[in-house]
C-alpha cells in the first residue's frame, strides 16, 4: 500500500519559514516527478511545486516568486518544500503529490496523494 505522510506544518508569524517533509512508503518515486500542492479555506487546490526525479528540474507556481524551494532525497523516497517569507495568504492544507501523468498543474494528473498538513501563517 502506498503512503505519502507529510509533516512540518504549524503556526508561524508572517515572515517566518517552515520545511515540509513528505515521506513515502510501499514503492519508490526515484524515477517520477513529486510535487507540492495547497487548498485554502473554500478555494480550489492550487499548484506550489513540483520536481523531476533528479532533482535537476524545478517548478513553481506564480505566487512563489522565489520563496518557497522544493527538493528531493531519493535515498529516502522524501521530498521536501522550504518555505520562507511566509505570507497569511499562505494559509492552507498543503498536500504532498507523486507521479505525474499529465500537466503537472493539474490536480488530476497526480496519482498518489498524501493527506495533507496545516500551515497557518498570522498577521
Known amino acids: 500500500q502506498v503512503q505519502l505522510v507529510e509533516s512540518g506544518g504549524g503556526l508561524v508569524q508572517a515572515g517566518g519559514s517552515l520545511r515540509l517533509s513528505c515521506a513515502a512508503s510501499?514503492?519508490?518515486?526515484?524515477?517520477?516527478?513529486t510535487g507540492w500542492f495547497r487548498q485554502a479555506p473554500g478555494k480550489e487546490r492550487e499548484f506550489v511545486a513540483a520536481?523531476?526525479?533528479?532533482?535537476?528540474?524545478?517548478a513553481y507556481g506564480d505566487f512563489v516568486k522565489g520563496r518557497f524551494t522544493i527538493s528531493r532525497d531519493n535515498t529516502k523516497n522524501t521530498w521536501y518544500l522550504q518555505m520562507n517569507s511566509l505570507k497569511p495568504e499562505d494559509t492552507g492544507v498543503y498536500y504532498c503529490?507523486?507521479?505525474?501523468?499529465?500537466?503537472?498543474?493539474?490536480?488530476?494528473?497526480?496519482?498518489?496523494w498524501g493527506q495533507g498538513t496545516q500551515v497557518t501563517v498570522s498577521s
Open positions: 503529490a507523486g507521479e505525474v501523468g499529465g500537466t503537472i498543474t493539474f490536480t488530476t494528473s497526480w496519482r498518489y
Open positions: 510501499g514503492r519508490t518515486f526515484s524515477g517520477y516527478f
Open positions: 520536481i523531476n526525479w533528479s532533482g535537476g528540474g524545478t
